[in-house]
């Protein structure tokens, strides 16, 4: 069974930073494509960044330059890194592993 486990998110001001993690089982975890999403109240589910297998990264516009994703196979691992974070950041961020979907974590940035 895969399982997607995300944590690291929380209230923050303005300005500040987060790390967002997703911990992968039950998946070959280095073979994967990978990537966030987020979805605000009342929006559609928006990408952020996609970590493809070969180690390339892209990003959406709102996100590039403050964010960064990146990946530790040995921990089975994906990362989010978020500095600068403003308000329109506020989500609820879900990792995508594999075509297999984390449960989600709040991300509240206060101004």
């Known amino acids: 069974e895969v399982q997607l486990v995300e944590s690291g998110g929380g209230s923050v001001q303005a300005g500040g930073s987060l790390k967002l993690s997703c911990v992968a089982s039950?998946?070959?975890?280095?073979?994967?494509?990978m990537a966030w999403f987020r979805q605000a109240p009342g929006k559609e589910r928006e990408w952020l960044s996609n970590l493809n297998r070969d180690g390339t990264s892209i990003y959406a516009d709102a996100v590039k330059g403050r964010f960064t994703i990146y990946r530790d196979n040995a921990k089975n691992t994906l990362y989010l890194q978020m500095n600068s974070l403003k308000w329109e950041d506020t989500a609820v961020y879900y990792c995508k592993v594999c075509l297999n979907w984390g449960q989600g974590t709040q991300v509240t940035i206060s101004s």
């Open positions: 039950g998946l070959i975890f280095s073979r994967c494509g």
